[in-house]
């Protein structure tokens, strides 16, 4: 978790996006009227819906607890080209973040026998070691997004 110093005082609430000038921090998860905790993309549970850009393929990146200077991309196909280098932004199909903040480059690729999908490893955009400055942002249409991706879950 990461700590603002900016709160509702200020327009902050749960539920936006954190990012920094190089890219993805978190999202806000608690606020009071002076300060906000984040809930950083280096937590366990944190999925980030994410694009490898040359592939043009949707992922999501999430943090295997290992490096926090290292994510992994799951879900992309095997077929697709992926080389290493190749940027990886938030999609399009992401509530919190607007489309094309950079999560982080491909730093590693691997395809496991008998699986469907790459074993790629990212190098994190954000340097959480000397984090000073962040963005707080807002999707003004999340809730409408948000409710119509409930709709559209529950007729499945």
Not at 13 to 36: A, H, Q
Not at 133 to 145: D, G
Request: aromatic share 8%; net charge neutral.
């Amino acid at each position: 978790y990461i700590t603002i110093d900016k709160g509702t005082d200020q327009g902050i609430r749960p539920g936006m996006g954190v990012i920094s000038p190089t890219g993805v921090v978190g999202k806000v998860r608690f606020c009071n009227r002076d300060f906000s905790v984040v809930t950083s993309i280096l937590h366990s549970e944190f999925l980030v819906s994410s694009k490898l850009l040359k592939a043009d393929e949707i992922g999501s990146a999430k943090w295997d607890g290992v490096d926090p200077h290292r994510m992994k991309l799951l879900d992309i196909s095997r077929y697709k080209p992926v080389g290493k280098g190749d940027s990886v932004v938030t999609s399009e199909f992401n509530s919190t973040f607007p489309p094309g903040v950079l999560v982080g480059r491909v730093q590693a690729i691997g395809v496991q026998p008998n699986q469907t999908f790459h074993d790629i490893t990212l190098d994190l955009a954000t340097n959480f070691s000397n984090l000073s400055f962040v963005y707080v942002v807002e999707n003004k249409l999340q809730t409408q997004q948000q409710q119509l991706e409930k709709q559209v879950e529950t007729e499945k």
